[in-house]
Antibody
Framework: QVQLVESGGDLVKPGGSLRLSCAASGFSFSEEYMIWIRQAPGKGLEWVSYISNDGNGIKYADSVRGRFTISRDNARNSLYLQMNSLRVEDTAVYYC??????????????WGQGTRVTVSS | EIVLTQSPATLSLSPGQRATLSCRASQSVSNYLSWYQQKPGQAPRLLIYDAFNRATGIPARFSGSGSGTDFTLIISSLEPEDFAVYYCQQRSNWPLSFGGGTKVEIK
């Protein structure tokens, strides 16, 4: 069955860095577009970054562009999010999810359980 | 950017009752609208994609309708496990966007 397992969340000071990972199994990872979505405490959902199956197509939300970098290693069935210059407002649970509906944006049929990032001094 | 407005913010109902949730887009999203359910401490779960298609394993009591700017998620008869927060999401235009959510709570 499809599984997505995030890791790497932690407590970090403003201005710090963190790298999130998402280990995928149960499907052909190299064929699928993937996305990071976050949810601040008590708030709604916000897409963060999206990557094509081969890594050549990437999008970022305005709120993270220039600070976050999405990448993937298809040989390791893994998705990553390098987060630099972290701000208090980046505090959230970060989910990785599999994308569907390519050709017009995406919707998300499988989600990981999330990893918590807290940015605080 | 397309803004999705969900209403009501909270819906207080009893098990067995019918729930009607609304999602309105600031401009047409065609039928590129999905619905997700989220329970406390859990990841969201895809219920409906492209306005009316039920995702794999989703019970028939969940149905979606609408196109353009107005969409509806109906839960025909609430089960105890259906009390949760529901989000809509559009994939018509980048940036992708989610609605603010509707909480379905037990009355």
């Amino acid at each position: 069955q499809v599984q997505l397992v995030e890791s790497g969340g932690d407590l970090v000071k403003p201005g710090g860095s963190l790298r999130l990972s998402c280990a995928a199994s149960g499907f052909s990872f190299s064929e699928e577009y993937m996305i990071w979505i976050r949810q601040a405490p008590g708030k709604g959902l916000e897409w963060v970054s999206y990557i094509s199956n081969d890594g050549n197509g990437i999008k970022y939300a305005d709120s993270v562009r220039g600070r976050f970098t999405i990448s993937r290693d298809n040989a390791r069935n893994s998705l990553y999010l390098q987060m630099n210059s972290l701000r208090v407002e980046d505090t959230a649970v970060y989910y990785c999810a599999r994308c569907r509906g390519l050709g017009n944006g995406a919707y998300f049929d499988y989600w990981g359980q999330g990893t918590r990032v807290t940015v605080s001094s | 950017e397309i803004v999705l407005t969900q209403s009501p913010a909270t819906l207080s109902l009893s098990p067995g009752q019918r729930a009607t949730l609304s999602c309105r887009a600031s401009q047409s999203v065609s039928n590129y609208l999905s619905w997700y359910q989220q329970k406390p401490g859990q990841a969201p779960r895809l219920l409906i994609y492209d306005a009316f298609n039920r995702a794999t394993g989703i019970p028939a009591r969940f149905s979606g309708s609408g196109s353009g700017t107005d969409f509806t998620l109906i839960i025909s008869s609430l089960e105890p496990e259906d009390f949760a927060v529901y989000y809509c999401q559009q994939r018509s235009n980048w940036p992708l966007s989610f609605g603010g959510g509707t909480k379905v709570e037990i009355k």
